[in-house]
């Protein structure tokens, strides 16, 4: 088996590798942008035998080590995504709550969900998780994309939103 990295991009972790600074509030058409930069700093900083096979364009024939994206939901646009697929990276990016995930979401029945593992296998006390890949329209994200929700019981001291319940 291959090695692997992973590397986390979002808000709270983009100065786990470089951070990429702009004056003034951020627009939402730069976010991609500035995790593109990032992640092209981030793989530029790796030993270069890391590095192979995951430059935009690059054939996935010559990667030996792979790499594993994470990004919350404001990782989730198109230009990423793409830069990353370019790039022969795998990537787990967290997706929007919105209205259409909330309809699915309430479309579930308790035996819907099954409960979530650790890296070791064995179950995650007070998690489950559920596929909604074939109740939401994901084609634009590639026809691999697929759609995993996960809940867990809050922490005592969790502040709620109007959707969630304890």
């Given amino acids: 088996m291959a090695e692997g990295l992973c590397l986390r991009l979002g808000r709270r972790d983009m100065n786990t590798f470089r951070t990429v600074e702009r004056e003034g509030k951020l627009p939402v058409v730069h ?43 404001a990782g989730a646009t198109h230009d990423f995504v793409s830069g990353l697929t370019e790039a022969n990276i795998e990537y787990s990016i967290g997706h929007p709550v919105d209205q259409g995930v909330r309809e699915a979401l309430l479309s579930f029945q308790e035996e819907d969900w099954v409960e979530a593992l650790e890296a070791d296998g064995t179950d995650r006390d007070g998690a489950w998780v559920a596929e909604l890949t074939d109740l939401m329209d994901l084609s634009t994200w590639g026809e691999d994309a697929r759609l995993i929700s996960r809940r867990e019981r809050p922490h005592p001291g969790a502040q709620l939103s109007l959707f969630d319940t304890s």
Avoid at 43 to 65: A, K, N
């Fill in 31 to 73: 976010v991609a942008d500035d995790h593109l930069e990032l992640l092209d700093q981030a793989i530029g900083s790796l030993p270069p035998e890391y590095q192979v096979g995951h430059q935009s364009g690059d054939e996935p024939g010559p990667v030996r080590h792979h790499i594993l994206v994470r990004a919350d939901s």
